[in-house]
């Protein structure tokens, strides 16, 4: 290994260059997701550069004390093979340490994070296409603009721990991305956003309390595609909202499983009508 290498805390701008890595990769992410990333946890990043040259990154975002996320792990193809992996994978693992992880991991990786302490919890497929029907609901959703403070205490009872400051980023009205919440009785039922990616759209999350909720923030976000393809990474488990994509014309694409070091968190499935995105978690 160099021995002008370590591992570091991102600078400005490393994030957008990592990110765009991960385009590379395939992993098509949004197009402003740097900005929510960010704000998560602005200590969970880290680059290994050789000198001042990024070679690789690995993402570890803490939500509060007893639960982080694992993502972006990617060493530039240039540098593979040198050793330079390892060295910033277990940087990573190391600034959460004491608390339980959580990781999206692709099929071929499994068995790699296995060895790493690793479980598989559940698997997520990636449902994608060119929505063909739009959804319908008895119900109706309204677009997101402000007065966040509800939207956060219902994403805390889906989502593993309390996330704020990465929530009120991710779903600032932004151009490209539109965030919707259907309520019932005056208490929120549902909600979702959609974001431009590098092809088409992600849909993430997408949590509701019922088949009847998610259709409608479904049927507000749609027509935000404008015909371009959509993505929703669903686990298995939640057949109501396998069932509410294939109605939409979209079919399996890829496949992760959801995999914790540490104690799995009670995560109601029956409410995750879409992963926020494979990366935070």
């Not at 919707?180 to 979702?192: D, E, F, N, P, T």
């Not at 990616?197 to 909720?213: N, V």
């Not at 294939?246 to 914790?260: C, D, K, N, Q, S």
Request: proline share 6%; hydrophobic share 40%; aromatic share 10%.
């Amino acid at each position: 290994m160099n021995s002008d290498f370590a591992v570091r805390p991102m600078r400005p701008g490393e994030l957008e260059l990592v990110l765009e890595w991960a385009r590379q990769e395939g992993w098509n992410p949004g197009l402003d997701d740097s900005l929510a990333f960010h704000d998560a946890d602005p200590s969970g990043f880290f680059v290994g550069a050789v000198g001042e040259v990024p070679v690789g990154s690995i993402s570890v975002v803490k939500y509060g004390d007893d639960f982080a996320f694992l993502g972006l792990y990617i060493v530039h193809p240039d540098f593979r093979g040198k050793g330079y992996g390892k060295a910033i994978w277990e940087k990573g693992l190391s600034s959460a340490e004491g608390r339980s992880i959580g990781l999206d991991g692709v099929t071929a990786q499994q068995d790699n994070y296995r060895k790493a302490g690793f479980e598989e919890a559940y698997r997520t497929v990636r449902y994608g296409g060119v929505i063909s029907s739009v959804p319908s609901s008895t119900l109706a959703a309204q677009v997101v603009t402000d007065k966040l403070d509800g939207l956060l205490r219902y994403d805390s009872t889906i989502f593993p721990a309390p996330r704020p400051a990465f929530v009120a980023s991710w779903c600032a009205t932004r151009k490209d991305r539109r965030t919707a919440l259907v309520r019932k009785s005056g208490k929120i039922r549902g909600y979702g956003t959609i974001r431009r990616c590098y092809e088409g759209y992600k849909i993430g999350p997408l949590f509701a309390q019922d088949a009847d909720s998610a259709a409608a923030v479904l049927s507000t976000l749609a027509p935000e595609a404008k015909g371009a393809p959509v993505f929703i990474d669903i686990p298995v488990e939640n057949k109501a909202a396998i069932s509410l994509a294939e109605e939409m014309g979209l079919e399996p694409v890829f496949e992760t499983a959801r995999m914790y070091r540490g104690d799995a968190p009670s995560v109601p499935l029956k409410n995750v009508f879409g992963v926020t995105t494979l990366e935070l978690g």
